[in-house]
């Protein structure tokens, strides 16, 4: 009988555990899209969005290169966020002449310091939006190593 307390017990403590970040943060699951000029951004290449919190582990997501969406993780896949303020970075990048990035949305949007991008996250939620201001760059000339008979063959 005791034997069954205490497992009953251990159980619901791992249900309790679950959520919660390394110093007992919560974790929510969050997900959404990221609309440029107001319609979702179908940038042609797959992007990423962080959130950092004040403190704590910051949350990563891939942008879906045909219509935004994107679904955010902290310690595992699709697990979430944090609850609480964050700033935001997004970025999507090709890959140009030399191999070098390119980005495809205006590159203040890559740093926390020049993004102007806030949220706060206060629960679940499947439907969060993240506002862009374009342009979206089109049609760059993206390098290929192979063409130029320089591919290292990995």
Known sequence: MIQAHFAA?????????????????IIVPVSGTVRLDGAPMAAG???FITFQPRAGR??????????????????????GVLVGEH???????????GGNPISLIPKKYQEFATSGLNVTIDGPTDSLI???????????K??????LGDDPGF
Do not use: Q
């Open 9 to 25: 017990m251990i159980g619901v403590g791992f249900v309790i555990l679950a959520g919660c970040g390394e110093r007992g943060e």
């Open 45 to 47: 290449e797959v992007g």
């Open 58 to 79: 910051a949350a990563i997501g891939k942008i879906d290169p045909s219509n935004g969406a994107f679904t955010l993780s902290t310690n595992e896949a699709g697990d």
């Open 87 to 97: 700033e935001v970075t997004v970025s999507v990048n090709a890959t140009g002449a």
């Open 130 to 140: 993240i506002e862009l201001e374009g342009p979206l760059k089109r049609h760059v």
């Open 142 to 147: 993206t390098y290929d190593p192979a063409a």
